[in-house]
């Protein structure tokens, strides 16, 4: 155990806690024994990358040990006839590329915007969501193993009959499956999980459009109804607005610091050639299936939108001579082809320049880091079921709010399915100014009832902000807290953690 400053991009808080590595279950549970014997709490992550969520600074400022497990193992078995990956906590984005890559595998990582520091295991544990076809990164999980905190083991239900092998292949088991309790909750340290893997396809179909204010409720209409028929061949589709793109595009903040006008925001639209939103998806699967989406989403566009296209990964990247055709430059290209690689599976630090929009640290200089760059971020990641009144009083909502705030509503609109959108926006500020924090801080609360309001509300919550969503709950009436009673009475196992106690 050693002591080590930790920090977090919510805010500038930063507190020496106890570290440990453990590198096998004896030592988790050596830990846990520790904290039963001596009533002390410790907070397990897996990376601890969980930027704008908290990091790995503990959900409850006493806890005073972090438990890291970066060092458990990473692959633990491939069944590359099945697709089936069995891990531990030790495994990154980056990690699993590498490993695929070695040995020749052509399947994809379940790629976040987090890039390749970004943890498979503790994103899924967090509910998190990227866009290669299993965007749901809890819907790829199979089977898992936890240690309680009582010290006993957790398997998932064919397990415990022996049955290991099949709890991989058939994801409930038979009789109550509990693998689930383990996400975004305080039950246990998860040490072993098998995710389903999709196979990289040769060719991809990604397609772009960008849309006016006016048909915007026309388009996600259409868009709700091609996602609906075509479902897992088609990527999330996002839709981005003029801000968020441009906070990909470049550090346009820096001057305001905060909410850019509506005058600058139409010179920088003509300057870099956007419009109110940006449409962006990828269609998956065989040659035929790829033709008669491209038809379908055509059709069903129709007047809607400008600058559509339609770009494959094999023209884009064999033959240079569509640049023309496409009213692309260079640089744009090279987006392009990153994109490519995110769709296929292929981790990438491109996602990160967005934390970068109101810093003026040179490219060659940034760590692709919030932690490491001193960066404040928050996310506000509501979901809103896929009803266009719904969405307009969203859209209308953030922008008047973001406003009174001073800060910048860099929107993203992500069509998880034709009954949810999920949006993320990224709220960022400087986070060595008390009274910046403060303000980010009174904004994201305001958003939080906002949301209620409109029956909408973020599908995971920054550590410091979940005691807002418990006091609306009768704690000691849900079923979270008897469990954790049960499996906990110490309390050492991430006390408040999504969680009262
Ligand atoms: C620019 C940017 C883009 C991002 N894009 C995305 C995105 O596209 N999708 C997305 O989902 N997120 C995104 N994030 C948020 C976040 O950085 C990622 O979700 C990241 O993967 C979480 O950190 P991690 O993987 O290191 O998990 P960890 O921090 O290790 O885990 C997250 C939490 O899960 C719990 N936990 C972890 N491991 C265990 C375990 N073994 N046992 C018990 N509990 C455990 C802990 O409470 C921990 O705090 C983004 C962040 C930024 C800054």
């Keep these: 155990m050693h002591k080590l400053k930790i920090t977090r991009c919510l805010d500038n808080l930063s507190e020496n806690k106890n570290?440990?590595?453990?590198?096998?279950?004896?030592?988790?549970?050596?830990?846990?024994?520790?904290?039963?014997?001596?009533k002390c709490s410790f907070y397990p992550v897996s990376s601890g990358n969980n930027w704008g969520y908290g990091s790995s600074f503990p959900s409850d400022d006493e806890?005073?040990?972090?438990?890291?497990?970066?060092?458990?193992?990473?692959?633990?078995?491939?069944?590359?006839?099945?697709?089936?990956?069995?891990?531990?906590?030790?495994?990154?984005?980056?990690?699993?590329?590498?490993?695929?890559?070695a040995n020749n595998f052509k399947f994809m990582v379940p790629v976040t915007g987090a890039g390749p520091e970004?943890?498979?295991?503790?994103?899924?544990?967090?509910?998190?969501?990227?866009?290669?076809?299993?965007?749901?990164?809890?819907?790829?999980?199979?089977?898992?193993?936890?240690?309680?905190?009582n010290g006993s083991t957790y398997e998932s239900p064919f397990a415990q009959l022996g049955l290991?092998?099949?709890?991989?292949?058939?994801?409930?088991?038979?009789?109550?499956?509990?693998?689930?309790?383990?996400?975004?909750?305080?039950?246990?340290v998860v040490y072993e999980m098998t995710i389903k893997l999709e196979r990289t396809p040769d060719t991809i179909v990604m397609f772009t459009l960008s849309v006016s204010n006016k048909d915007i409720d026309e388009c996600l209409l259409r868009l709700k109804t091609i996602k609906e028929t075509y479902k897992e061949f088609l990527s999330g589709i996002n839709l981005m607005n003029t801000r968020r793109m441009l906070a990909m595009k470049s550090n346009y903040?820096?001057?305001?610091?905060?909410?850019?006008?509506?005058?600058?925001?139409?010179?920088?639209?003509?300057?870099?050639?956007?419009?109110?939103?940006?449409?962006?998806?990828?269609?998956?699967?065989?040659?035929?299936?790829?033709f008669a989406v491209k038809q379908d989403i055509k059709k069903a566009l129709k007047g809607i939108g400008s600058k559509k296209r339609f770009i494959s990964s094999n023209n884009i990247i064999v033959n240079k001579s569509w640049l023309g055709k496409l009213f692309i430059d260079s640089e744009d290209l090279k987006k392009i082809n990153e994109g490519f690689s995110i769709l296929k599976g292929k981790p990438s630090r491109?996602?990160?320049?967005?934390?970068?929009?109101?810093?003026?640290?040179?490219?060659?200089?940034?760590n692709y880091n919030p932690l490491k760059d001193n960066i404040g971020i928050i996310w506000f990641a509501p979901v809103i079921p896929f009803k266009v009144?719904?969405?307009?009083?969203?859209?209308?909502?953030?922008?008047?709010?973001?406003?009174?705030?001073?800060?910048?509503?860099?929107?993203?609109?992500?069509?998880?399915?034709?009954?949810?959108?999920?949006?993320?926006?990224?709220?960022?500020?400087?986070k060595t100014e008390k009274k910046d924090v403060d303000n980010a801080h009174d904004l994201y609360k305001c958003l939080l009832d906002f949301s209620l309001e409109i029956g909408a509300y973020?599908?995971?919550?920054?550590?410091?902000?979940?005691?807002?969503?418990?006091?609306?709950?009768?704690?000691?009436?849900?079923i979270a807290f008897k469990i954790k009673s049960k499996l906990d009475p110490n309390n050492i196992l991430a006390p408040n953690r999504y969680s009262k106690s």
């Design 118 to 149: 970004g943890n498979i295991m503790g994103n899924a544990l967090e509910r998190g969501f990227g866009i290669t076809p299993i965007h749901d990164h809890v819907a790829s999980v199979r089977c898992l193993k936890a240690i309680l905190p």
């Design 458 to 478: 973020p599908y995971r919550l920054p550590t410091i902000f979940q005691k807002e969503y418990l006091n609306k709950l009768n704690w000691e009436d849900t």
């Design 63 to 101: 806890t005073q040990i972090v438990m890291n497990l970066s060092k458990m193992p990473a692959v633990i078995k491939f069944d590359e006839e099945e697709g089936l990956l069995t891990f531990g906590p030790g495994l990154t984005q980056g990690k699993l590329y590498d490993f695929l890559k």
């Design 350 to 366: 491109y996602p990160l320049n967005l934390i970068y929009s109101l810093s003026d640290i040179a490219d060659e200089h940034k």
């Design 19 to 38: 570290i440990v590595y453990p590198q096998n279950t004896d030592e988790i549970k050596e830990v846990i024994n520790y904290c039963n014997v001596n």
């Design 389 to 430: 009144d719904i969405l307009n009083k969203y859209i209308t909502g953030i922008y008047k709010i973001f406003k009174r705030f001073n800060l910048e509503p860099m929107i993203t609109l992500t069509i998880q399915n034709e009954n949810i959108i999920a949006s993320t926006i990224p709220i960022l500020f400087e």
């Design 253 to 290: 903040l820096v001057e305001e610091q905060g909410y850019c006008s509506e005058d600058k925001i139409i010179k920088l639209k003509e300057k870099h050639r956007l419009e109110d939103w940006t449409v962006m998806g990828a269609i998956y699967g065989p040659k035929s299936i790829r």
């Design 164 to 188: 290991s092998h099949l709890d991989k292949h058939h994801k409930w088991g038979v009789g109550a499956n509990f693998d689930f309790i383990f996400f975004q909750s305080n039950f246990g």
